[in-house]
């Protein structure tokens, strides 16, 4: 009895408290409160909650009979359950916005799977072999490649193939081994461990057994399909081929008596590696994971995606209704991510106040934050619609090595670059490079190299007939039909989008200190 009196009087203590009284009044200044005077006030309290005038109010949210949506209309309800037609309406709605959302994640992978693919089927070029990538034909298929240097790709499958060994030597090459997220592993080259002194890399499987190689530098990949690549930087073109043609790929289990590395050219041969914007798309993802882990940061999308038919290790066989929100889910996906890519929102995007040039790569090597609290979505999405692979090099922030990218889709006003209109660009003196510099134009919706009568829409630092002003500066003009006096004319399309790429190959101190700056892409005409 005690115990429910000193109940009662910290119930009527908070009571009285927060209606009646400024300051908090303790228990034992109450005045004592009696049963029967309490259970009255109590029913006072509640008559209100039982008075006919609230029983008749307005309905309640969930007994609503539709609700109006911007986005799909009116909804019709069941005593606040979806009628069948709203439950149908709703999941294809749901499903398409996880398609869209899974097209942008995937785009990567996607990426990774579609030039595997153009190389082992289109080539046909086995694993282990390398594919020399040589002229503006050659790289005609490939997601913004620069037309000055030569390429050299490869691909490994460490669960059927084993652990890969690369000999890689010494000289002016730069590249790495990647994942199938197009994350490296290891750089290799100039940027790579070895410095460009050469040296063998081991590259293993995913969840396999630790191995003792002295004089191996040993990495393991997350993924069992890996892809090695590498440029030849010499200015030299035939120097440059001959470093790169001096790799060697071939399996561990084969290393006391390894094979000779078998190399191949395009030979412009006609292919394409961009990621489709159809239900192809879908396939290329269910493919590439027939037999890969999934990492945890992944495991998400696939269950989201699940409901669409799209599983690890399982075959992709979508029904009507699936390959429908597939097929529009990939069409609004890769409208999504050319906006992503051409009208950045990212913070710190723009290089220079003021001016249009953006940073073409703004991700990190893992695609994850610095702070490790969320992966870097909108920055991978951007970066792998327009481009493939990356690197310690390809990432800008060494000073002396590696490539810098930046890229321009709009002139000095902020417009779209328009393959009908006339421009003009001055690239100042001095600029800040070890090795050369370059701008490649690209076709915005191939995203590979834009070509023209004139051939490649391309010039670097390295053409011997360069035109300098007498300050040492560049002038170079980009449109449809040469202006009077031009020397360094880019020929542009007319009905064509196009954007800009600007390489510094090994970059130095005044471009990270931004003493130098690039000059936006000026119109020269209405």
């Known amino acids: 009895a005690t115990r429910l009196c000193v109940t009662r009087r910290q119930t009527a203590a908070r009571f009285f408290t927060k209606k009646y009284y400024a300051t908090p009044v303790a228990p034992h200044l109450m005045p004592p409160v009696r049963p029967a005077a309490l259970a009255l006030g109590i029913l006072a309290l509640l008559a209100p909650l039982s008075s006919p005038s609230l029983a008749q109010a307005a309905p309640t949210a969930s ?8 986005a799909l209309g009116r909804l019709q309800l069941e005593n606040g359950y979806p009628t069948a037609a709203t439950a149908r309406k709703l999941y294809d709605e749901l499903d398409l916005q996880r398609a869209t959302q899974g097209y942008l994640w995937a785009l990567p992978a996607v990426g990774f799977k579609a030039l595997y693919d153009a190389q082992a089927k289109t080539m046909g070029v086995r694993n282990g072999d390398v594919l020399l990538y040589r002229t503006l034909q050659d790289k005609a298929g490939m997601l913004t490649p620069n037309i000055t240097t030569l390429y050299a790709f490869s691909f490994w499958d460490l669960a059927k193939q084993g652990p890969l060994v690369v000999e890689v030597p010494a000289g002016l090459t730069a590249g790495g081994v990647l994942d199938i997220w197009q994350q490296p592993i290891t750089d290799l080259g100039q940027t790579g461990p070895d410095k460009g002194a050469g040296g063998k890399y081991l590259i293993l499987p995913p969840g396999g057994p630790e191995v003792v190689a002295p004089g191996y530098r040993i990495f393991r990949s997350p993924s ?5 690549g590498t440029r030849g930087l010499a200015p030299d073109k035939a120097v440059a081929e001959a470093t790169v043609r001096q790799h060697r790929l071939y399996g561990w289990n084969e290393r006391t008596n390894p094979a000779a590395t078998g190399y191949s050219e395009v030979g412009g041969r006609p292919w394409q590696s961009a990621q489709p914007a159809d239900l192809s798309y879908w396939r290329l993802l269910s493919d590439l994971y027939a037999n890969e882990p999934v990492a945890p940061r992944d495991r998400m999308m696939f269950g989201m995606l699940s409901p669409l038919g799209i599983a690890p290790g399982q075959a992709f066989n979508p029904d009507a209704r699936q390959a429908r929100i597939l097929s529009e889910g990939a069409q609004l996906g890769d409208l999504m991510a050319r ?3 051409y009208d950045k929102r990212t913070p710190g995007a723009t290089v220079y106040p003021g001016k249009h040039w953006e940073y073409a ?21 951007s970066w792998f619609y327009e481009a493939i692979a990356m690197s310690v090099g390809m990432q800008g922030r060494v000073v002396g090595f590696g490539q810098v990218y930046l890229e321009a889709s709009k002139d000095a006003k902020g417009q779209w670059l328009d393959g009908g209109r006339s421009y003009r660009m001055r690239v100042p003196a001095n600029a800040p490079v070890k090795q050369f510099w370059s701008i490649t134009l690209y076709d915005n919706l191939s995203r590979g190299p834009l070509i023209t009568p004139q051939g490649a829409a391309d010039l670097s630092s390295r053409k011997p007939d360069l035109a300098s002003n007498a300050d040492g500066s560049v002038d170079v003009d980009f449109g449809p039909i040469r202006p009077a006096g031009a020397k360094n004319w880019i020929q542009t399309t007319p009905g064509k989008g196009w954007f800009a790429y600007f390489r510094f190959y090994g970059p130095t101190e005044p471009y990270f200190a931004k003493t130098w700056q690039l000059n936006d892409i000026t119109p020269i005409q209405p």
Do not use: G, H, M
């Open 361 to 381: 790569v703004l991700f990190d090597l893992n695609q994850e934050s610095p702070d490790k609290l969320r992966v870097q979505f909108d920055e991978r999405s």
């Open 224 to 228: 069992n399909q890996v892809w090695f």
């Open 63 to 70: 007994a609503k009979t539709s609700v109006d949506t911007p």
């Open 339 to 341: 906006t992503i890519a």
